[in-house]
């Protein structure tokens, strides 16, 4: 399996194979991200989907570097999200209500709290329990050895306990 830096410079080279992988690699991922945040309105949140990895790609083919591309990628979905609540002619107070409403759900509530973790951890909890990577494939997409990616689990679960714990209390 080759890591995300390995796809980003084939994708620079052309290599539509890479643009497939890496699409398959982070599109859960960002789909979680953006339908929870589109209020499960699931045709714009395509279209929100389908722009972010449109403006990833185009960037990428145009040199943009970045070390961690899942949150380089999430950053950008979210962009694309206030774009499509601008075009919609929502005010920002709508979209700022939309992010502070109270949690209706658990699962509403564990994306709140995994939005809230520093990026590193979020993900790799999320390819862990979300999208049922093991530890293996884990540490070839981080360019990691599984012991440190076992480490790197560890530290996030606790952060994830005590984040949960503490901010539904």
Known sequence: MLTDQELISRIREGNSDAVAELYQRYAPMIWR???????????????VMSETFLAAIRSLKNGSTTENFAAWLTGIAKHKI?????????????????????????????????????DEERIILEWKYLDRCTVREIAERLGQTEKSVEAMLYRARNAFRTHYETAFD
């Open 33 to 47: 991200y953006v339908i929870a945040r589109m209020q499960q309105d699931t045709h714009a949140g395509q279209d």
């Open 82 to 118: 206030v774009d499509w609540f601008r075009k919609c002619e929502k005010t920002s107070a709508m979209v700022n209500e939309q992010a502070t409403q109270e949690i209706s759900s658990e699962s509403i509530m564990v994306a709140d709290v995994l939005d809230a973790m520093p």
